[in-house]
T-cell receptor, first 111, second 115 residues
Framework: GEDVEQSLFLSVREGDSSVINCTYT??????LYWYKQEPGAGLQLLTYIFSNMDMKQDQRLTVLLNKKDKHLSLRIADTQTGDSAIYFCAEKYSSASKIIFGSGTRLSIRP | NAGVMQNPRHLVRRRGQEARLRCSPMKGHSHVYWYRQLPEEGLKFMVYLQKENIIDESGMPKERFSAEFPKEGPSILRIQQVVRGDSAAYFC?????????????FGPGTRLTVT
């Protein structure tokens, strides 16, 4: 089946690392994504990882994939106030046209 | 290098009216996708189009909703006889042939309110 689960809220202190977690059910997923949505805005593609990779790093962002447990995480190092947003985990398998989204994790930053 | 463009950004319609939402893909992109986001939820796929063809409409409601992507001009998502439950944000995404359809870039969305 198709399902992507994520926790709804995360609060971190400015300067700390944020870790947003996600689980998916479709073992045939080929691409796994993290999108960022700021209030009233569209979705910004932050990063994606192919299912044959374990890790991908891009500046402050680190994506970890545990394919056995169908678990994906996004770590944001040195979290800043500009990182406040909703973060969507998503999956897609290669033969499909659609991307399947989780419900999003709202990240808030404490001073 | 303009991104995906959608208009209008906000649309208010009374129950029973028609809503037309437009999407211009990124330059060089020939694949268009429409998604709907209900309040406090993630995006749900509706339809995938290439120029003059509907490729996958598995997420489209069976009635009142239609989509097109003509040879010239933007893609249009049309909702006839809107109801309150149609109130949502509608996002368009586009991709190029070279990218396949795994790199989809999203527009800013049209927020439809049905009163």
């Amino acid at each position: 089946g198709e399902d992507v689960e994520q926790s709804l809220f995360l609060s971190v202190r400015e300067g700390d690392s944020s870790v947003i977690n996600c689980t998916y059910t479709d073992s045939s997923s080929t691409y796994l994504y993290w999108y960022k949505q700021e209030p009233g805005a569209g979705l910004q593609l932050l990063t994606y990882i192919f299912s044959n990779m374990d890790m991908k790093q891009d500046q402050r962002l680190t994506v970890l994939l545990n394919k056995k447990d169908k678990h994906l995480s996004l770590r944001i190092a040195d979290t800043q106030t500009g990182d406040s947003a909703i973060y969507f985990c998503a999956e897609k398998y290669s033969s499909a046209s659609k991307i399947i989204f989780g419900s999003g994790t709202r990240l808030s930053i404490r001073p | 290098n303009a991104g995906v463009m959608q208009n209008p950004r906000h649309l208010v319609r009374r129950r029973g009216q028609e809503a037309r939402l437009r999407c211009s893909p990124m330059k060089g992109h020939s694949h268009v996708y429409w998604y709907r986001q209900l309040p406090e939820e993630g995006l749900k796929f509706m339809v995938y189009l290439q120029k003059e063809n509907i490729i996958d409409e598995s997420g489209m409601p069976k009635e009142r909703f239609s989509a097109e992507f003509p040879k010239e001009g933007p893609s249009i998502l049309r909702i006839q006889q809107v109801v309150r439950g149609d109130s949502a944000a509608y996002f368009c995404a586009s991709s190029s042939v070279e990218q396949g359809n795994y790199e989809q870039y999203f527009g800013p969305g049209t927020r439809l309110t049905v009163t």
